[in-house]
């Protein structure tokens, strides 16, 4: 039966042949309630049960009398919830589902529930299936919901946890051409790891997809020049940012000078660990002119101009596929 459903629990007594009983006086407990009832003239007794929901045993007793013996039986009397209440956890853009019966244990279709979901009212109708539904658009954290059935008048509660449908997202800084990745882990609408999902990522004006592992991760190689860039990772709308920096494995600094002979430029080279790279060739482009200059035991590079005028001069450092741009001025 369901919880306050005034159901009808009905005993029948008879005689050692299948003959109704009637007018006979019946001891029950219940519930730790002690009552007597009255056989109608079927043999029939009714009790209405009104109890929260759990497991009750009933006994009964018929004392007997000088033609007939005592008689005794007992059931268990299961009280089911009229509420069905959901997971407890939940991720931004799920759906919070409750599913409520009416006194027959039938879906309560089409009934004004009221539900108070993270400190709001609302006054919403359950649908064909005896459901109602929120969208849940809540901030990471833990909140509370009131739910009344409004044909058994039972209440319940429940604390949900919202959790980030997006973790593990971190800054990242990395040399140019190190193949590292921006790493993201993603969680379904109740806090699982979500598998084989798509994933979007944007950063430096493009967008990505990628799909999750097994283990609910997507990754995205970063393959750009040295800068820093914002990057964001999105699923199901929850929105997660982020900065990339690329080093440079060519390491140069625009310089200001007084005018002399010699000006000297320095650039210095590492891997894309950032460990120094020895006796390696840098090109230079100065004004329209090439120049190959090899590091030292210290990965550093030095490149003398001579009778610079006053002003204002470009200067290019290339190794691989990477060229730097940096500017010289005279005063």
Do not use: C, H, W
Request: a positive charge.
């Amino acid at each position: 039966t369901i919880y306050n459903s005034d159901y009808e629990y009905k005993v029948r007594l008879t005689d050692e042949n299948g003959n109704p009983l009637g007018g006979k006086v019946l001891e029950y407990s219940l519930n730790n309630i002690n009552g007597t009832l009255e056989t109608d003239e079927n043999g029939e007794a009714l009790l209405n049960i009104n109890l929260t929901t759990g497991t009750y045993t009933f006994e009964i007793r018929y004392g007997g009398e000088k033609v007939y013996l005592n008689s005794s039986n007992s059931s268990v009397i299961n009280v089911k919830s009229s509420i069905n209440l959901p997971s407890s956890n939940y991720t931004y853009g799920s759906k919070y589902i409750v599913s409520l019966l009416d006194k027959d244990s039938n879906p309560l279709v089409n009934q004004t529930v009221t539900i108070v979901f993270a400190g709001k009212t609302y006054n919403l109708n359950t649908d064909g299936n005896g459901r109602i539904i929120i969208n849940n658009t809540l901030k990471p954290g833990t909140y509370k919901v009131t739910i009344k059935n409004p044909d058994t008048l039972e209440e319940k509660n429940q604390t949900i946890k919202v959790l980030k449908r997006i973790t593990e997202n971190k800054n990242l800084v990395m040399y140019y051409g190190a193949g590292s990745s921006y790493k993201v882990r993603v969680y379904d609408d109740y806090g699982r790891i979500a598998k084989n999902v798509t994933v979007k990522f944007k950063i430096n004006g493009k967008t990505y997809s990628r799909r999750t592992n097994s283990n609910g991760y997507a990754y995205l190689k970063i393959s750009l020049k040295p800068k820093k860039y914002a990057i964001s990772a999105s699923y199901k709308g929850f929105v997660v940012k982020n900065n990339v920096t690329v080093k440079s494995t060519v390491i140069t600094k625009n310089i200001t000078k007084k005018k002399a002979k010699t000006i000297k430029f320095t650039a210095k080279l590492v891997n894309s660990k950032g460990k120094i790279l020895k006796y390696k060739y840098i090109k230079f482009k100065f004004k329209s002119k090439i120049y190959k200059r090899k590091t030292n035991s210290k990965g550093i590079v030095t490149l003398s101009l001579k009778n610079l005028k006053r002003g204002k001069y470009t200067v290019y450092s290339t190794y691989g596929k990477l060229t730097i741009k940096n500017t010289i001025r005279i005063k």
